[in-house]
Protein backbone atom coordinates (compact mmCIF):
# COMPACT_ATOMS: atom_id res chain seq x y z
CA UNK A 1 0.00 0.00 0.00
CA UNK A 2 1.32 3.51 -0.85
CA UNK A 3 2.21 6.31 1.27
CA UNK A 4 -0.83 8.08 0.27
CA UNK A 5 -3.08 5.23 1.01
CA UNK A 6 -1.65 4.73 4.36
CA UNK A 7 -2.56 8.30 5.41
CA UNK A 8 -5.84 7.98 4.09
CA UNK A 9 -6.54 4.58 5.37
CA UNK A 10 -5.04 6.00 9.16
CA UNK A 11 -7.46 8.98 8.68
CA UNK A 12 -10.51 6.91 7.95
CA UNK A 13 -11.46 5.98 11.60
CA UNK A 14 -12.04 9.62 12.66
CA UNK A 15 -14.34 10.65 10.13
CA UNK A 16 -16.35 7.03 10.98
CA UNK A 17 -17.00 7.90 14.39
CA UNK A 18 -18.01 11.55 13.70
CA UNK A 19 -20.79 10.06 11.05
CA UNK A 20 -21.54 7.44 13.92
CA UNK A 21 -22.33 10.51 16.37
CA UNK A 22 -23.92 12.40 13.59
CA UNK A 23 -26.35 9.58 13.14
CA UNK A 24 -27.13 8.91 16.65
CA UNK A 25 -27.64 12.40 17.56
CA UNK A 26 -30.27 12.77 14.46
CA UNK A 27 -31.87 9.83 15.31
CA UNK A 28 -31.99 10.99 19.10
CA UNK A 29 -33.75 14.35 17.37
CA UNK A 30 -36.25 12.12 15.59
CA UNK A 31 -37.10 10.32 18.41
CA UNK A 32 -37.56 13.31 20.14
CA UNK A 33 -39.70 14.96 17.55
CA UNK A 34 -41.64 11.35 17.82
CA UNK A 35 -42.47 11.92 20.98
CA UNK A 36 -43.28 15.48 20.92
CA UNK A 37 -45.67 14.67 18.24
CA UNK A 38 -47.42 12.26 19.57
CA UNK A 39 -47.50 14.78 23.39
CA UNK A 40 -48.93 17.78 20.91
CA UNK A 41 -51.86 15.60 19.67
CA UNK A 42 -52.73 14.09 22.54
CA UNK A 43 -52.91 17.38 24.22
CA UNK A 44 -54.71 18.92 22.12
CA UNK A 45 -57.42 16.36 22.09
CA UNK A 46 -57.66 16.49 26.16
CA UNK A 47 -58.12 19.64 26.07
CA UNK A 48 -60.88 19.57 23.45
CA UNK A 49 -62.76 16.30 25.20
CA UNK A 50 -62.50 18.04 28.29
CA UNK A 51 -65.76 19.78 27.96
CA UNK A 52 -67.60 17.74 25.80
CA UNK A 53 -66.69 13.99 27.42
CA UNK A 54 -68.62 12.20 28.62
CA UNK A 55 -71.98 12.01 26.16
CA UNK A 56 -74.54 13.14 29.17
CA UNK A 57 -71.89 16.66 29.37
CA UNK A 58 -71.10 17.24 25.84
CA UNK A 59 -74.78 17.04 24.33
CA UNK A 60 -75.36 20.01 26.42
CA UNK A 61 -71.88 22.22 26.18
CA UNK A 62 -72.30 25.09 24.18
CA UNK A 63 -75.16 24.33 21.55
CA UNK A 64 -74.90 25.85 18.09
CA UNK A 65 -77.45 26.12 15.14
CA UNK A 66 -75.34 25.10 12.01
CA UNK A 67 -74.12 21.86 14.31
CA UNK A 68 -77.76 20.98 13.25
CA UNK A 69 -77.72 21.66 9.73
CA UNK A 70 -73.98 19.41 9.23
CA UNK A 71 -74.86 16.63 11.55
CA UNK A 72 -78.51 16.19 9.22
CA UNK A 73 -76.36 16.15 6.12
CA UNK A 74 -74.04 13.38 7.42
CA UNK A 75 -76.94 11.60 8.64
CA UNK A 76 -79.21 11.72 5.19
CA UNK A 77 -76.16 10.58 3.26
CA UNK A 78 -75.82 7.56 5.23
CA UNK A 79 -79.36 6.84 4.95
CA UNK A 80 -78.62 7.01 0.42
CA UNK A 81 -80.21 10.69 -0.02
CA UNK A 82 -77.74 12.67 -1.72
CA UNK A 83 -77.29 16.88 -1.21
CA UNK A 84 -78.81 19.39 -3.46
CA UNK A 85 -81.02 16.55 -5.06
CA UNK A 86 -82.76 15.49 -1.78
CA UNK A 87 -81.87 18.00 0.44
CA UNK A 88 -80.58 21.98 0.32
CA UNK A 89 -76.83 22.30 1.02
CA UNK A 90 -74.98 25.42 0.78
CA UNK A 91 -71.80 24.06 0.57
CA UNK A 92 -69.26 21.80 -1.68
CA UNK A 93 -70.44 18.09 -0.90
CA UNK A 94 -67.09 16.84 0.42
CA UNK A 95 -68.34 17.58 3.86
CA UNK A 96 -71.08 15.41 4.85
CA UNK A 97 -68.81 12.88 3.34
CA UNK A 98 -65.94 13.24 6.20
CA UNK A 99 -68.68 13.34 8.67
CA UNK A 100 -70.70 10.25 7.45
CA UNK A 101 -68.39 7.49 8.91
CA UNK A 102 -69.29 8.93 12.74
CA UNK A 103 -72.67 8.16 11.47
CA UNK A 104 -72.45 4.83 10.07
CA UNK A 105 -70.61 3.81 13.77
CA UNK A 106 -73.53 3.30 15.46
CA UNK A 107 -76.43 4.37 12.47
CA UNK A 108 -79.89 4.61 13.69
CA UNK A 109 -82.40 6.45 11.75
CA UNK A 110 -83.18 9.97 11.83
CA UNK A 111 -80.34 9.83 14.22
CA UNK A 112 -79.90 9.73 18.02
CA UNK A 113 -78.27 12.10 20.43
CA UNK A 114 -75.68 9.24 20.10
CA UNK A 115 -74.58 9.72 16.89
CA UNK A 116 -74.77 13.35 17.60
CA UNK A 117 -72.11 12.98 19.93
CA UNK A 118 -69.90 11.19 18.08
CA UNK A 119 -69.95 13.81 15.40
CA UNK A 120 -68.54 16.08 17.65
CA UNK A 121 -66.10 13.63 18.49
CA UNK A 122 -64.92 13.16 14.90
CA UNK A 123 -64.51 16.88 14.80
CA UNK A 124 -62.55 17.14 17.60
CA UNK A 125 -59.93 14.27 15.83
CA UNK A 126 -59.75 16.37 12.81
CA UNK A 127 -59.34 18.97 15.07
CA UNK A 128 -56.49 17.40 17.35
CA UNK A 129 -54.42 15.92 14.52
CA UNK A 130 -54.01 19.07 12.53
CA UNK A 131 -52.32 20.28 16.00
CA UNK A 132 -50.21 17.61 15.58
CA UNK A 133 -49.65 19.20 11.32
CA UNK A 134 -49.05 22.93 12.74
CA UNK A 135 -45.91 20.49 14.93
CA UNK A 136 -44.94 18.46 11.77
CA UNK A 137 -44.94 21.98 9.76
CA UNK A 138 -43.04 24.03 12.52
CA UNK A 139 -40.60 21.24 12.79
CA UNK A 140 -39.61 21.12 8.82
CA UNK A 141 -39.56 25.12 8.82
CA UNK A 142 -37.72 26.35 11.90
CA UNK A 143 -36.74 22.93 13.82
CA UNK A 144 -38.21 21.29 17.07
CA UNK A 145 -38.62 24.42 19.37
CA UNK A 146 -40.62 26.19 16.14
CA UNK A 147 -42.11 22.86 15.76
CA UNK A 148 -43.23 22.27 19.63
CA UNK A 149 -44.49 26.12 19.42
CA UNK A 150 -46.07 25.93 16.27
CA UNK A 151 -48.34 22.64 18.09
CA UNK A 152 -49.09 24.32 21.32
CA UNK A 153 -50.36 27.38 19.90
CA UNK A 154 -53.33 25.48 18.35
CA UNK A 155 -53.54 22.79 21.07
CA UNK A 156 -54.58 25.68 23.25
CA UNK A 157 -55.91 28.44 20.70
CA UNK A 158 -59.68 28.93 22.29
CA UNK A 159 -61.01 29.47 18.65
CA UNK A 160 -59.84 26.53 17.69
CA UNK A 161 -60.74 24.61 20.93
CA UNK A 162 -64.29 26.09 21.36
CA UNK A 163 -65.20 25.91 17.40
CA UNK A 164 -63.80 23.43 15.57
CA UNK A 165 -62.14 21.15 18.43
CA UNK A 166 -65.96 20.43 19.87
CA UNK A 167 -68.59 21.86 17.07
CA UNK A 168 -69.72 19.81 14.67
CA UNK A 169 -68.82 22.34 12.18
CA UNK A 170 -67.05 21.98 8.39
CA UNK A 171 -63.91 24.02 9.48
CA UNK A 172 -62.50 21.53 10.95
CA UNK A 173 -61.94 18.68 8.20
CA UNK A 174 -60.90 21.96 5.83
CA UNK A 175 -58.29 23.23 8.17
CA UNK A 176 -56.87 19.46 8.36
CA UNK A 177 -56.98 19.26 4.78
CA UNK A 178 -55.50 22.79 4.35
CA UNK A 179 -52.71 21.85 6.63
CA UNK A 180 -52.08 18.33 5.10
CA UNK A 181 -51.43 20.35 1.87
CA UNK A 182 -49.12 22.96 3.66
CA UNK A 183 -46.84 20.15 5.05
CA UNK A 184 -47.18 18.34 1.54
CA UNK A 185 -45.87 21.43 -0.42
CA UNK A 186 -43.43 22.57 2.87
CA UNK A 187 -41.82 19.31 2.18
CA UNK A 188 -41.60 19.56 -1.69
CA UNK A 189 -40.27 22.92 -1.59
CA UNK A 190 -37.49 22.41 0.65
CA UNK A 191 -35.63 20.10 -1.78
CA UNK A 192 -33.56 21.11 -4.62
CA UNK A 193 -35.38 18.90 -6.89
CA UNK A 194 -38.46 17.61 -5.17
CA UNK A 195 -41.11 14.29 -6.63
CA UNK A 196 -43.93 14.80 -8.53
CA UNK A 197 -45.78 13.03 -5.71
CA UNK A 198 -45.41 15.45 -2.74
CA UNK A 199 -46.61 18.28 -5.38
CA UNK A 200 -49.90 15.91 -6.49
CA UNK A 201 -50.66 15.66 -2.94
CA UNK A 202 -50.56 18.96 -2.09
CA UNK A 203 -52.82 19.53 -5.01
CA UNK A 204 -55.16 17.02 -3.99
CA UNK A 205 -55.05 17.94 -0.72
CA UNK A 206 -55.74 22.05 -1.35
CA UNK A 207 -58.76 20.56 -3.80
CA UNK A 208 -60.24 18.49 -1.18
CA UNK A 209 -60.37 21.30 1.13
CA UNK A 210 -62.13 23.38 -1.34
CA UNK A 211 -64.56 20.62 -1.51
CA UNK A 212 -65.28 21.10 1.91
CA UNK A 213 -65.35 24.64 1.76
CA UNK A 214 -64.77 27.25 -0.80
CA UNK A 215 -62.26 29.54 1.29
CA UNK A 216 -60.04 25.88 1.61
CA UNK A 217 -59.17 26.75 -2.14
CA UNK A 218 -57.19 29.77 -1.11
CA UNK A 219 -54.18 27.44 0.01
CA UNK A 220 -54.13 26.00 -3.62
CA UNK A 221 -54.25 29.63 -4.99
CA UNK A 222 -51.31 30.78 -2.55
CA UNK A 223 -49.17 27.53 -3.70
CA UNK A 224 -50.04 28.15 -7.30
CA UNK A 225 -48.91 31.70 -7.02
CA UNK A 226 -45.77 30.96 -5.12
CA UNK A 227 -44.59 28.58 -8.12
CA UNK A 228 -45.82 31.25 -10.72
CA UNK A 229 -42.99 33.24 -9.37
CA UNK A 230 -40.30 31.07 -9.03
CA UNK A 231 -41.11 29.87 -12.64
CA UNK A 232 -41.42 26.62 -12.00
CA UNK A 233 -43.42 24.96 -14.05
CA UNK A 234 -43.29 21.55 -13.88
CA UNK A 235 -43.89 21.63 -10.72
CA UNK A 236 -46.92 23.91 -10.82
CA UNK A 237 -48.52 21.53 -13.52
CA UNK A 238 -47.47 18.34 -10.74
CA UNK A 239 -49.47 20.72 -8.58
CA UNK A 240 -52.54 21.37 -10.99
CA UNK A 241 -52.51 17.14 -11.59
CA UNK A 242 -53.23 16.62 -8.04
CA UNK A 243 -55.81 18.90 -7.61
CA UNK A 244 -57.55 17.33 -11.23
CA UNK A 245 -57.50 13.56 -9.63
CA UNK A 246 -60.06 14.88 -7.23
CA UNK A 247 -61.87 17.60 -9.18
CA UNK A 248 -62.37 15.15 -12.31
CA UNK A 249 -64.35 12.69 -10.10
CA UNK A 250 -66.22 15.87 -7.70
CA UNK A 251 -67.22 17.46 -11.38
CA UNK A 252 -68.71 13.89 -12.34
CA UNK A 253 -70.65 13.64 -9.31
CA UNK A 254 -72.14 17.05 -9.47
CA UNK A 255 -73.16 16.39 -13.06
CA UNK A 256 -75.12 13.74 -12.14
CA UNK A 257 -76.73 16.10 -9.39
CA UNK A 258 -77.21 18.91 -12.34
CA UNK A 259 -80.82 18.77 -12.39
CA UNK A 260 -80.97 19.65 -8.90
CA UNK A 261 -78.78 23.02 -9.96
CA UNK A 262 -75.57 22.11 -7.20
CA UNK A 263 -73.63 24.81 -8.12
CA UNK A 264 -76.83 27.39 -7.58
CA UNK A 265 -76.87 25.86 -4.03
CA UNK A 266 -73.20 26.19 -3.16
CA UNK A 267 -71.69 28.74 -4.76
CA UNK A 268 -74.44 31.64 -6.28
CA UNK A 269 -76.08 31.36 -3.04
CA UNK A 270 -73.06 32.12 -1.18
CA UNK A 271 -72.40 35.12 -3.47
CA UNK A 272 -76.19 36.01 -3.64
CA UNK A 273 -77.32 35.61 -0.17
CA UNK A 274 -78.15 38.86 2.42
CA UNK A 275 -76.02 40.14 4.84
CA UNK A 276 -76.13 38.82 8.18
CA UNK A 277 -74.35 41.49 10.12
CA UNK A 278 -72.31 44.09 10.07
CA UNK A 279 -71.81 45.50 6.38
CA UNK A 280 -68.83 48.13 6.71
CA UNK A 281 -65.56 47.18 5.99
CA UNK A 282 -63.70 48.80 8.75
CA UNK A 283 -66.33 47.47 10.91
CA UNK A 284 -65.77 44.15 9.64
CA UNK A 285 -61.96 44.32 9.87
CA UNK A 286 -62.33 45.22 13.57
CA UNK A 287 -64.53 42.36 14.31
CA UNK A 288 -62.18 39.92 12.80
CA UNK A 289 -59.31 41.50 14.95
CA UNK A 290 -60.92 41.66 18.05
CA UNK A 291 -62.23 37.83 17.87
CA UNK A 292 -58.71 36.64 16.98
CA UNK A 293 -56.33 37.63 19.38
CA UNK A 294 -54.30 35.13 19.48
CA UNK A 295 -53.89 35.18 15.29
CA UNK A 296 -51.80 38.57 16.14
CA UNK A 297 -49.56 36.74 18.49
CA UNK A 298 -48.62 34.52 16.18
CA UNK A 299 -48.47 36.86 13.24
CA UNK A 300 -45.93 39.10 15.75
CA UNK A 301 -43.92 35.75 16.84
CA UNK A 302 -43.50 34.86 12.92
CA UNK A 303 -41.75 38.53 11.99
CA UNK A 304 -39.29 38.23 14.94
CA UNK A 305 -38.38 34.62 13.62
CA UNK A 306 -38.34 35.46 10.17
CA UNK A 307 -34.28 36.84 10.58
CA UNK A 308 -33.50 33.33 11.85
CA UNK A 309 -35.56 31.91 9.39
CA UNK A 310 -33.49 33.81 6.54
CA UNK A 311 -29.91 32.59 8.27
CA UNK A 312 -30.82 29.44 8.11
CA UNK A 313 -31.99 29.34 4.73
CA UNK A 314 -28.72 31.32 3.51
CA UNK A 315 -26.82 28.01 4.77
CA UNK A 316 -28.14 25.56 2.00
CA UNK A 317 -26.87 24.39 -0.99
CA UNK A 318 -28.72 25.62 -3.42
CA UNK A 319 -28.90 24.39 -7.29
CA UNK A 320 -27.14 27.26 -9.69
CA UNK A 321 -29.66 28.67 -12.00
CA UNK A 322 -29.50 28.45 -15.76
CA UNK A 323 -26.53 31.20 -16.33
CA UNK A 324 -25.30 30.91 -13.01
CA UNK A 325 -21.37 30.64 -12.60
CA UNK A 326 -19.63 29.32 -9.52
CA UNK A 327 -16.34 30.69 -8.28
CA UNK A 328 -13.03 28.51 -7.74
CA UNK A 329 -13.87 28.38 -4.17
CA UNK A 330 -16.74 26.87 -4.50
CA UNK A 331 -16.14 24.53 -6.94
CA UNK A 332 -13.42 23.02 -4.68
CA UNK A 333 -16.39 22.57 -2.29
CA UNK A 334 -17.64 20.92 -4.66
CA UNK A 335 -16.59 16.49 -3.39
CA UNK A 336 -15.16 14.78 -5.88
CA UNK A 337 -13.94 10.79 -6.35
CA UNK A 338 -12.75 8.81 -8.43
CA UNK A 339 -13.38 5.16 -8.64
CA UNK A 340 -10.98 2.05 -8.92
CA UNK A 341 -8.01 3.89 -6.96
CA UNK A 342 -7.10 3.82 -3.62
CA UNK A 343 -5.98 7.31 -2.78
CA UNK A 344 -7.42 10.44 -1.50
CA UNK A 345 -9.72 12.57 -3.59
CA UNK A 346 -8.54 15.35 -5.72
CA UNK A 347 -9.88 18.57 -5.86
CA UNK A 348 -10.34 20.40 -9.27
CA UNK A 349 -7.81 22.39 -11.29
CA UNK A 350 -8.17 26.46 -10.08
CA UNK A 351 -10.18 27.64 -12.42
CA UNK A 352 -11.66 31.12 -12.90
CA UNK A 353 -14.83 30.35 -13.73
CA UNK A 354 -16.91 27.42 -14.83
CA UNK A 355 -20.57 27.51 -16.30
CA UNK A 356 -23.03 25.27 -14.60
CA UNK A 357 -26.13 24.30 -16.31
CA UNK A 358 -29.13 24.03 -14.32
CA UNK A 359 -31.37 20.93 -14.46
Known amino acids: MSATAGRVGGADPAPSRQWWQAERLGLIGDWVGILLLVAVILAAGWIRAATIWPQSVGLDEAPYDDEGVYALSAQLLAEGRQPYRDFFFAHPPLGPILFAPATEYRFTN ?7 ILLRYAALVYSALTAGLAFLIGWRLWGLVGGAVSGALLAIDPQSVAWTGRHVMLESPTIFLMALAVLAYVLAREL ?13 FAAAAGGVKMQGLLVLAAMVIDLSLRRRIVSLLSLLLGAFLL ?3 LWGYLFWLRDADPLGQFIWMQLLRPGDG ?3 LADRLRQILSDTPLLLVCGLLGLVSLPGLRARRGTRVRRPRRGQTMTTLELQRLPTFEEGKDRAPERPAPVAHSRLTAI
Do not use: K, N, Q, V
Not at 110 to 116: A, R
Open 110 to 116: WGSPTTF
Open 192 to 204: LSPPPALLILAGF
Open 247 to 249: WIP
Open 278 to 280: LRG
